[in-house]
């Protein structure tokens, strides 16, 4: 099966679970099931290729101007992995169709279930170290989904909180970490990256690169100081614990380092850091077990421990190590998810995980009571189990590593996390099963039906006979270390048996047994001893720091972000001046390379009446009416700039632009006062005149620079005018950029044009749904009013000039791809024609004559111009490529027809539909109440009758 089918199976099926919720729990589950079972039937069709030592591939390119490719790789380590995540994912599925209530929505928790699979076996077959980066993130995102599934505790919640914080900062730095590699090596491929260990560690940013990836990884697989995290989030449902804890999340982190041992590895400085952290958190994660009486809880310190011993182990930078790592993976996946899965059988049969409450189970669940005990055994390291043979490899290669110059300092460490694993082992075995039957059960409990105990029951099948017969795994262990040691070292020539001798590994192991029977011998002091000593409990810890990280961010938004936009424009000014003034001292100028040219005297009076314009809007703000009257000025001088410097297109659009926006203004002025009141001190607008000035200066300062200098590189413009014909098909180039060269840009922008109406009319519609409409429609204008709003002249004269603005509108969307104008223009002057009806005749008149619906307008016009772009895909061109050929249709000369024209439509439609919505919008506002509206084109009419002149206002009637 190719990779991205089973890569792309979880993600599909994801969509199904939620659709079979009404057809039943058992539906839900099977077809979770099935969608998860070819995966790995997938996954086992490449056997044969990777038994055979062959890397199977496949790859689109996505972006290969970045570098991120959809590049999978499956190779020993790969497969590996993701044989543990789909196996042991099959049973986490049975398990939980019989674990989860009835109350429980089995849709959404499938759902979450197939999200996180996904973006897991994502992980493990990435061959592009961005691409797995996105997977990466996609495990926090969705197992935050699967810790907080009970939405109703409060202890979920906050777990999920939790796992994502820590787990998605540590992404945030592994990210950095990962980009860096990524440019010293030239390459974000890993299989790349991979062949470049010398390369990479010879790099003086090894180091920074080394610490960030760590940091991804050891917050992701629980490693001391970030080993908080994952206790917390047992307080998901059982199915969610072990699947995490045995083959998934917290074992990405692991994965990570496996794969990148072979260019990470081997350093002083990767031995000291994850040999460290590993030993830390192996020796603490088991202490704390050890006094934890939650089942769940006790499990989840030990998961913390043994992945602490996976990491010190990929930390020694031997191949043995690595080869040791990756058999304790292997075996930890099946007595871990067999443990959780035995601890939620006790919970939902007892009702109560409390160790204290428990006791003497073996008779009442003697079937949970063996598959527990033989797993706890394993993990304890008992012989003739699979935990054994990997812990005695684990002490074997502690007794060999040299850690700081010492060389005890590992083994005892080593030593003593195995005594204190033996311990927890022996006291989930004790305090749940043995003893005497109690009469104070929450429940009574008994082993449960199959559904439940079978899933565990299959995962210790390989637990006895990996430990009876370990020859059995060794030859896929030395696959998946070859794998992980790539060209860097070669696979040990060790054997997987049970006895190598009186060797020191077997002492130290008996040392840890022996040393665990004799803690459970003295628990009842030990326990006393541990709760009355102080120590610091992480999770206070984690929330004081979240506390402090919340109120100095609301502090440090309050005084920067405090919704003055006086506040942000000053800073980005003095922001941008400053980088310019120290890119203008620092850098270098070269000499002017153009000469000045006389400006003449009209060009000098339009400068000086712009500045005049300019000023006048800054001295006389305060009147809204004067100062939108200098805004007008300030736009028709600027559109008289663009016809000077030979842009007609930009004249037009500036000029239609003006028009349409000074209505809109005059509309909103409507309901503002006449004056802007004073808010501001006079130090304060002293300050900002200077900043100001400042800005102006410099920015008047940076354009002299480059007015007075030839580019340096060539202008993308050269290229535009080169292809604009051949190209596009079209001698307007500025046109041509529009619908062609960056077509996608205005197909943006006609939706956001779009978007930005439909908000407007959204919220006048809320205005006049809400008590403000009876304000509205109540208020009294400040000034007396004209008893004709509606003047014969005014709408005469509208009707005549209709037909001919719309052929002007007509012409120029036509003329647009070879001379000045274009859809955007045309828009415009379409839509200042039917203003005019508007301000003529009044909103109701007017709306009741409009056949079609605005929404609708800007809704066709996106879908034209969509439609248009999607045509391309049919003769396999990318999205928006335009085409254009010449037809000649007698008697008619010969003329063109470009594919660009119906994007231009669509851009038409979206712009008159646009800026008419937004309009119409602002009318309903300025209606009142004493201003009734007309079925009559005009307020004064000599040729109606006397009837119909009584209806009207008595202001009007005055008239």
């Known amino acids: 099966m190719s990779l991205f089918l089973i890569v792309a199976l979880p993600f599909l099926g994801a969509l199904l679970p939620g659709v079979m919720n009404p057809a039943g729990r058992s539906a839900c589950a099977g077809v979770t099931f099935t969608i998860t079972l070819a995966a790995f039937v997938g996954l086992l069709t490449n056997l044969p290729a990777v038994m055979a030592g062959r890397v199977v591939t496949a790859g689109i390119d996505w972006m290969p101007m970045l570098g991120l490719n959809f590049t999978l790789m499956l190779d020993g380590l790969g497969f590996f992995f993701a044989l543990l995540i789909l196996g042991i994912g099959l049973l986490i599925i049975a398990y939980a169709r019989h674990y989860l209530s009835r109350d429980d929505n089995m849709g959404e928790f499938f759902t979450y279930l197939l999200l996180f699979q996904g973006a897991m ?40 909180r939790m796992a994502l914080t820590v787990t998605g900062m540590g992404g945030l730095a592994m990210i950095g970490g990962m980009l860096i590699l990524g440019q010293i090596v030239g390459s974000y491929d890993l299989s790349v990256i991979l062949q470049n260990r010398d390369l990479i560690q010879a790099d003086p940013l090894y180091l920074p690169a080394l610490i960030l990836i760590l940091l991804g990884t050891f917050t992701k697989s629980a490693q001391f100081p970030f080993h908080f995290w994952l206790p917390h989030a047992m307080a998901a449902p059982t199915p969610v614990s072990a699947y995490l804890h045995s083959a998934t999340m917290v074992k990405a982190g692991i994965f990570l380092m496996a794969r990148m041992w072979p ?28 006094f934890k009486h939650d089942l769940k809880a006790l499990l989840a310190f030990s998961t913390v421990s043994h992945l602490g011993l996976i990491t010190m182990l990929l930390g020694t930078g031997t191949a043995f190590g690595a080869m040791a790592a990756m058999f304790h993976i292997l075996n930890h996946a099946t007595f871990k998810a067999a443990l959780f ?30 598959i527990a005990t033989l797993a706890a055994l394993s993990m304890a390291g008992i012989p003739l ?181 006086t506040r942000y424009a000053m800073i980005g000014v003095v922001a941008m001046i400053a980088a310019g003034y120290h890119a203008w001292v ?57 016809v ?50 400042a800005g102006g200066l410099a920015t008047a300062a940076l354009s002299w620079h480059y007015l007075l200098r030839d580019a340096v590189a060539t202008p993308i413009s050269e290229f535009h005018l080169a292809n604009s014909y051949k190209g596009g098909g079209g001698t307007n180039v500025v046109n041509v950029i529009l619908v062609d060269f960056r ?70 969307f036509l003329r647009g ?11 415009l002057v379409v839509s200042i024609a039917v203003v005019m009806q508007y301000m003529a005749s009044g909103f109701a008149w007017t709306s009741a004559r409009m056949r079609y619906p605005y929404h609708g307008i800007i809704g066709a016009g996106v879908l034209v111009a969509g439609f248009t772009g999607m045509g391309s895909w049919f003769v396999a061109k990318p999205f928006l490529t335009s085409d254009f050929t010449y037809v000649r249709i007698p008697p008619f000369e010969k003329f063109e027809l470009a594919t660009a024209a119906l994007f231009d439509l669509g851009v038409f439609l979206a712009v008159v539909g646009a800026v008419m919505l937004s309009l119409e919008s602002f009318s309903r506002l300025a209606r009142r109440s004493d201003s009734p509206d007309s079925d009559h084109p005009m307020d004064i009419d000599p040729s109606r009758n006397d009837e119909t002149l009584a209806e009207l206002p008595p202001a009007q009637k005055a008239n």
Request: overall charge neutral; charged content about 15%.
């Open 817 to 827: 791809h070879n001379d000045p104008g274009g859809g955007f223009i045309a828009g």
């Open 263 to 290: 260019v990470l590895s081997g350093t002083p400085e990767w031995v000291a850091i994850v040999t460290t952290a590993g030993l830390i958190t192996m020796v603490l994660g088991a202490a704390i077990a050890l």
């Open 385 to 565: 189990l699979n935990g054994f043979l990997s812990k005695e490899m684990m002490l074997e290669e502690a007794h060999h590593t040299t850690l700081f110059g010492s060389d005890w300092l590992v083994p005892v460490l080593a030593t003593l996390g195995s005594l204190l694993s033996a311990a927890y082992c022996f006291r989930f075995i004790g305090h749940t099963f043995l003893g005497p039957v109690r009469d104070d059960y929450p429940h009574k409990p008994h082993d449960p039906g199959a559904g439940m105990w079978l899933p565990p029951a299959l995962l210790i099948v390989p637990v006895v006979v990996i430990g009876v017969a370990p020859f059995l795994a060794e030859p896929f262990v030395k696959l998946v270390t070859a794998s992980v040691l790539g060209e860097a070292e070669e696979v040990p020539k060790a054997y997987f048996k049970i006895w190598h001798g009186l060797v020191p590994a077997l002492y130290m192991s008996i040392i840890a047994v022996v040393g665990g029977l004799l803690l459970m011998a003295v628990f009842k002091p030990l326990l006393a001893l541990w709760e009355t000593t102080p120590r610091p409990e992480a999770k206070v810890i984690f929330e004081a720091i979240v506390e402090f990280a919340a109120r100095a961010a609301q502090w440090f938004i309050h005084r920067l972000h405090n919704g003055s936009f």
């Open 341 to 370: 899965m035995s601890a939620g059988i006790v919970d939902h049969e007892a009702h109560t995980r409390d160790i204290r409450r428990l006791g003497g189970l073996r008779h009442l669940m003697p079937v949970t009571f063996v």
């Open 644 to 693: 000077f410097l030979s842009a007609p297109d930009l004249a037009m659009t500036q000029f239609t632009v003006e028009v349409v926006t000074i209505i809109l203004l005059l509309l909103a002025l409507n309901f503002l006062p006449n004056r802007t009141p004073v808010e501001s001190s006079s130090v304060r607008r002293l300050r900002d005149a200077a900043v100001a000035i």
């Open 743 to 812: 077509g996608f840009d205005t197909y943006g922008e006609i939706i956001v044009l779009g978007i930005a109406a439909l908000l407007i009319y959204a919220l006048t519609e809320t205005l006049l749904d809400g008590p403000v409409r009876r304000r509205l429609l109540n208020r009294e204008p400040d000034q007396p009013q004209s008893g004709d709003r509606h003047p014969m002249m005014m709408v005469v004269v509208t009707r005549v000039i209709m037909p001919v603005v719309l052929m002007v509108g007509f012409y120029i």
């Open 586 to 642: 620092t850098g270098t100028v070269g000499a002017a390379t153009r000469a000045m040219q006389s400006a003449g005297a009209v060009p000098f009076a339009a400068w000086a009446m712009l500045v005049a314009a300019t000023a006048g809007l800054v001295i006389l703000h305060r009147n809204r009416l004067l100062a939108l009257i200098l805004i007008g000025i300030v736009g028709l001088m600027v559109s008289i700039g663009f």
């Open 121 to 160: 076996v994502g992980i493990v077959l990435s061959d592009n170290i961005l691409l797995l980066l996105v997977f990466w993130e996609l495990t926090s995102l969705s197992s935050f989904l699967l810790i907080g599934y009970w939405k109703h505790l409060p202890a979920g919640r906050q777990g999920a």
